[in-house]
């Protein structure tokens, strides 16, 4: 990791290369701050700034041996810990799960916690992210290994709150006892989350919320949004990347939630038997789990609707876009027809529920649906 490619933190940054360059760093360092604001990111740049052998102003060089192997978190003298889950299969120690480590650094550099687990996670697998007591042992086991290549051995603890109490203690002993030329990074969310013991071995620096204007341009670059999305996204982030990407996300599929309602309602009033099969194909091969929740949107959809209709609009919870849509739709729901609309989206779930050969069951609910729209108003 490069310093450059963390979204603002100058002000850390600074600090960080000022400390390495007037050689004064601390045995053990904890980076707090609320969110995916960059503490992993700055630790691991910070580490491979260490142990840059082409060392710049600013930041590691990024080709030298030394960063190529940081580049690759193949590092001899770097050391991750974080939060494991038990698969009944691994050994509960970060080792065991480093292949996944780095595969997830190659898709990003800011993930949340449960993003980790989520990616971790196995159908066997047991609890919501740790770092179990074996992990100590793990780590006592690398304080005594000769350093490699470089002068410092670097471990980052990544959400070193979720340390189990029995692990917590044994660090504490550790840092109690610092060992020449190693270098521990904690990262946590917040610092009373740490037994205070700990807390006061470690110098604090905290992260603060990434500033607005460079999440801002750091997602014009990066993303294909446009900017009236990446303004909403960023002012509602608090300046944790993770929240402003999640929040596109999470609009990005609402909007096609609601296109497929919209594709749906329109095939089946007027009755168009290939646009009717087209969305029951496409919508056929979805995951059942999806095709499940986009049900459910429909028959709230057709809820909200109808509050419009029965001139109850304040009951009705709905996005700019679906209040657009159903300006013109909502006439068509009414008293006449939501109960059995909302019966055949029942019928059709508990079909999927089963099993059942989903593009068919969306098309014979299209069809059925097709019925409704002729039904008299009361
Ligand atoms: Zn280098």
């Given at each position: 990791?490069?310093?450059?490619?963390?979204?603002?933190?100058?002000?850390?940054?600074?600090?960080?290369?000022?400390?390495?360059?007037?050689?004064?760093?601390?045995?053990?360092?904890?980076?707090?701050?609320?969110?995916?604001?960059?503490?992993?990111?700055?630790?691991?740049?910070?580490?491979?700034?260490?142990?840059?052998?082409?060392?710049?102003?600013?930041?590691?060089?990024?080709?030298?041996?030394?960063?190529?192997?940081?580049?690759?978190?193949?590092?001899?003298?770097?050391?991750?810990?974080?939060?494991?889950?038990?698969?009944?299969?691994?050994?509960?120690?970060?080792?065991?799960?480093?292949?996944?480590?780095?595969?997830?650094?190659?898709?990003?550099?800011?993930?949340?916690?449960?993003?980790?687990?989520?990616?971790?996670?196995?159908?066997?697998?047991?609890?919501?992210?740790?770092?179990?007591?074996?992990?100590?042992?793990?780590?006592?086991?690398?304080?005594?290994?000769?350093?490699?290549?470089?002068?410092?051995?670097?471990?980052?603890?990544?959400?070193?709150?979720?340390?189990?109490?029995?692990?917590?203690?044994?660090?504490?002993?550790?840092?109690?006892?610092?060992?020449?030329?190693?270098?521990?990074?904690?990262?946590?969310?917040?610092?009373?989350?740490?037994?205070?013991?700990?807390?006061?071995?470690?110098?604090?620096?905290?992260?603060?919320?990434?500033?607005?204007?460079?999440?801002?341009?750091?997602?014009?670059?990066?993303?294909?949004?446009?900017?009236?999305?990446?303004?909403?996204?960023?002012?509602?982030?608090?300046?944790?990347?993770?929240?402003?990407?999640?929040?596109?996300?999470?609009?990005?599929?609402?909007?096609?939630?609601?296109?497929?309602?919209?594709?749906?309602?329109?095939?089946?009033y007027?009755?168009?038997?290939?646009?009717?099969?087209?969305?029951?194909?496409?919508?056929?091969?979805?995951?059942?789990?999806?095709?499940?929740?986009?049900?459910?949107?429909?028959?709230?959809?057709?809820?909200?609707n109808?509050?419009?209709?029965?001139?109850?609009?304040?009951?009705?919870?709905?996005?700019?876009?679906?209040?657009?849509?159903?300006?013109?739709f909502h006439p068509f729901i009414h008293?006449?027809?939501?109960?059995?609309?909302?019966?055949?989206?029942?019928?059709?779930?508990?079909?999927?529920?089963?099993?059942?050969?989903?593009?068919?069951?969306?098309?014979?609910?299209?069809?059925?649906?097709?019925?409704?729209f002729?039904?008299?108003?009361?």
């Amino acid at each position: 990791m490069l310093f450059r490619d963390i979204i603002g933190q100058g002000a850390v940054k600074n600090h960080l290369i000022q400390m390495v360059k007037q050689n004064r760093i601390s045995h053990a360092l904890l980076f707090h701050g609320k969110g995916c604001v960059g503490k992993l990111p700055l630790a691991l740049a910070l580490a491979q700034y260490v142990h840059c052998e082409n060392r710049g102003d600013e930041d590691a060089c990024g080709v030298c041996p030394s960063c190529r192997k940081h580049l690759n978190m193949a590092h001899p003298d770097m050391h991750y810990v974080y939060p494991v889950i038990n698969d009944k299969k691994r050994k509960t120690v970060s080792d065991s799960f480093i292949e996944e480590w780095r595969e997830i650094h190659k898709e990003r550099i800011y993930f949340t916690h449960s993003q980790w687990v989520d990616f971790i996670k196995t159908k066997d697998s047991v609890g919501q992210g740790m770092i179990y007591t074996d992990e100590s042992q793990e780590i006592i086991r690398k304080l005594s290994l000769k350093t490699y290549e470089s002068e410092y051995k670097v471990i980052v603890i990544y959400e070193a709150s979720r340390m189990n109490i029995t692990a917590a203690n044994k660090l504490l002993k550790i840092l109690e006892e610092p060992t020449d030329k190693t270098l521990f990074i904690l990262t946590v969310d917040e610092p009373e989350s740490l037994l205070p013991t700990i807390f006061s071995r470690c110098q604090a620096i905290s992260v603060g919320p990434v500033d607005k204007n460079e999440l801002f341009a750091s997602m014009v670059k990066n993303t294909a949004y446009t900017p009236a999305q990446i303004t909403s996204a960023v002012n509602i982030s608090q300046g944790c990347v993770c929240r402003a990407y999640e929040f596109l996300e999470s609009s990005e599929e609402e909007s096609e939630k609601l296109n497929s309602f919209i594709k749906i309602m329109r095939n089946s009033y007027s009755g168009n038997v290939r646009g009717m099969i087209e969305w029951a194909e496409e919508t056929g091969r979805l995951h059942v789990d999806e095709q499940k929740q986009l049900l459910i949107y429909f028959s709230a959809q057709l809820r909200n609707n109808l509050m419009k209709t029965l001139s109850a609009a304040s009951l009705a919870v709905m996005t700019p876009e679906e209040n657009d849509f159903s300006a013109k739709f909502h006439p068509f729901i009414h008293k006449g027809n939501i109960g059995f609309f909302r019966e055949e989206i029942e019928k059709a779930l508990l079909y999927l529920e089963r099993n059942g050969n989903a593009p068919l069951i969306l098309l014979d609910m299209a069809f059925t649906f097709h019925r409704f729209f002729k039904l008299p108003k009361n």
